[in-house]
């Protein structure tokens, strides 16, 4: 494998995991909003 595919993989990985990430982030955000919602203490 030369470099430039090398370097080309390595931002399609921390790209994808910087999805994951966001995606992550934004269903926690949900699940503390419905926390804050439902009735029990």
Known sequence: MDELT??????VIRRKIEEVIEEEENKRKREREDYKRSPWP
């Not at 090398?6 to 931002?11: A, K, L, P, Q, V």
């Open 6 to 11: 090398y370097i080309n993989w390595s931002e």
